[in-house]
């Protein structure tokens, strides 16, 4: 079982911007898939951005194309956010999958392994 931890959260005025860092341990980083997700009050999970675990493919929910940026450095996934808007308020979770295919998902179905999550308020 792998071990997320997420970090980065907090309260930013609207064009603000955060960045969200998820550590792991238990697995090689790189044998993850991983991604982001999130999750405000009432809503179902939804996927936020993912990265395949060789990097070769990311991905974007279309509500955050061209403001949210997935990367890695060393063995930290991180979520760069700017120009926060409102809606983007919600509980952001890392996510984890030791799948065999290298593969990028905002499913999260295709996940096994899930941080605690890290709250973002964006305030108008």
């Known amino acids: 079982q792998v071990q997320l931890l997420e970090s980065g959260g907090g309260s930013v005025q609207a064009g603000g911007s955060l960045r969200l860092s998820c550590t792991a341990s238990g697995s090689s980083f790189d044998d993850l898939n991983m991604a982001w997700f999130r999750q405000a009050p009432g809503k179902e999970r939804e996927g936020v951005s993912c990265r395949s675990r060789t990097g070769a493919t990311t991905d974007y929910a279309d509500s955050v194309k061209g403001r949210f940026t997935i990367s890695r450095v060393a063995d930290t996934l991180l979520l760069q956010m700017n120009s926060l808007q409102p809606e983007d308020t919600a509980m952001y979770y890392c996510?984890?999958?030791?799948?065999?295919?290298?593969?990028?998902?905002?499913?999260?179905?295709?996940?096994?392994?899930w941080g605690q999550g890290t709250q973002v308020t964006v305030s108008s």
């Open positions: 996510a984890a999958s030791t799948d065999r295919y290298s593969r990028c998902s905002l499913g999260p179905a295709h996940f096994e392994d």
